[in-house]
């Protein structure tokens, strides 16, 4: 049985396919915060990363607030 075969470096075509790194570590921060709300524990480094990545976007929103 011969198997069909997209052409291309498959590296490629996955890292292409894959959400961009920033917007990924954004949704496993967004995880953790949740995990955190409920009452789980994790471990203080994790909690130093997720409460982290927060000061960077509250200091450095994607859009900048509207003057006004």
């Not at 011969?2 to 961009?20: Q, V």
């Not at 990363?49 to 859009?63: F, G, I």
């Amino acid at each position: 049985m011969k198997s069909a075969r997209i052409g291309g470096n498959p590296h490629r075509l996955r890292e292409r396919a894959y959400m961009p790194t920033g917007d990924q570590l954004d949704a496993i921060a967004k995880g953790f915060r949740a995990l955190l709300e409920q009452g789980f524990s994790l471990p203080d480094e994790t909690r130093a990363w997720v409460e982290n990545c927060e000061a960077v976007k509250a200091r450095l929103p994607k859009t900048p607030p509207k003057a006004g």
